[in-house]
């Protein structure tokens, strides 16, 4: 049995459930520390990046392809942007956006942003059922095969202990893994999650949104601790969690605040459907948008600040820069937004964008649309 910390193959014809029973022991692994090394930056999902966006909307350079761009990107500790086309997962160069190399995984992954650890795995899941680890060369080092409909759609995220959770499938499981690819632990949720992806807090409680509109969280050992039912439908949005242990989560009618003991402490009714995930600034301030093309700044205490309206719904969730620039997109039109809710810059594209923007390195800004561009923008 590997005894060390380097995940090894795994055939993807293995059962699941002999899996579930391998003995291998957990190995420590951590998330890379580089700008944005997972979906909304971090574990919390808090959308907070620690260096500065650009300033203006100039294209420093856009890497076409023959497919739409989905996928969230996602950077390695050297600059490394990753992103999903089709059924590939590709590595871009962040200074010119040349493609380093393209792996083919078992299924679609143009809608599951990868996780990037300290080693420089990059975790990630598919629609063809398989969550995946690869080297930072491409090299697939394991894969995991979930049966009867267990689609990955969702972000996996990597804890501080080293578990890498991954949540998805119309089956409602989110999968606790070790490094080696070995599973910890499975939990089903009783409803499909479609494309909530798993949040963590300080405690090391994982929060999760099921399709039928409610908030789970869940132990480190995979036992449910609560249940909320938030109300309406969750397709799409994401827990967010604040500093002070409060979960944020959109669904078709609202955003809802809740408590870490699974109480409501608010709900505010939304025009249109929040999809996108909120994201957190540091003052507390939460922000995330609607499919009736509108942009919200709230208080942690639930009031609207500003709002902005774009040129189409704002599908995705922002990124806050260390200087408390928002970047987001509303149909085809990248927006960064000041603190106070003024338009810095706008961009629009040829295509509609539902990938989540990413800050990286020297004030670039990288995101994809529909137009089969990937953008990096920056001076």
């Not at 010119?96 to 990037?116: E, H, I, P």
């Not at 601790?225 to 397709?235: L, Q, T």
């Not at 800050?359 to 994809?368: A, C, K, M």
Request: hydrophobic share 35%.
């Amino acid at each position: 049995m590997n005894r060390t910390c380097r995940p090894r193959l795994l055939a993807i014809c293995l059962s699941a459930t002999a899996l579930l029973h391998a003995t291998a022991p957990a190995c420590r692994a951590q998330l890379a520390s580089s700008t944005w090394p997972m979906f909304l930056h971090d574990v919390r999902h808090t959308g907070q990046a620690t260096v500065p966006g650009p300033t203006t909307n100039h294209v420093r350079w856009h890497s076409p392809s023959s497919s739409r761009f989905k996928t969230s990107p996602v950077i390695a500790v050297d600059g490394t942007v990753y992103t999903g086309i089709g059924f590939s997962m590709c590595a871009y160069r962040p200074t010119d956006g040349v493609k380093r190399w393209c792996t083919r995984l078992g299924g679609d992954v143009s809608r599951s942003a990868a996780a990037v650890g300290a080693d420089g795995t990059l975790y990630n899941g598919d629609r063809g059922n398989r969550m995946s680890a690869l080297s930072p060369a491409g090299k697939i080092l394991w894969q995991y095969y979930i049966p009867n409909d267990g689609d990955i759609r969702t972000s996996p995220a990597i804890a501080n202990d080293g578990t890498i959770y991954a949540a998805g499938t119309w089956n409602g499981i989110l999968h606790a893994f070790n490094p080696n690819g070995n599973v910890r632990w499975r939990w089903q949720g009783g409803d499909g999650i479609l494309y909530s992806s798993p949040a963590v807090g300080a405690d090391g409680t994982i929060y999760i949104g099921t399709a039928d509109g409610a908030l789970h969280a869940i132990d480190t050992n995979g036992k449910p601790r609560w249940r909320r039912d938030v109300g309406g439908i969750n397709r799409d949005s994401s827990p967010s969690i604040a500093a002070d242990g409060t979960i944020y989560m959109g669904t078709a009618d609202a955003l809802t605040a809740t408590n870490p003991d699974g109480t409501v402490r608010w709900k505010l009714p939304t025009t249109g459907s929040v999809v996108g995930s909120p994201a957190i600034a540091s003052n507390g301030t939460i922000y995330v948008g609607t499919t009736a093309n509108l942009f919200h700044a709230i208080s942690p205490e639930g009031k609207v600040l500003w709002t902005a309206t774009g040129d189409g719904e704002f599908q995705t969730s922002a990124a806050i820069d260390s200087a408390g620039r928002i970047y987001v997109t509303g149909g085809p039109t990248v927006y960064c937004f000041n603190p106070d809710g003024s338009v810095l810059w706008q961009f629009p594209t040829d295509g509609y964008i539902i990938s989540s923007p990413a800050i990286g390195p020297g004030g670039t800004l990288f995101l994809g649309s529909s137009d089969g561009k990937l953008y990096g923008f920056g001076s």
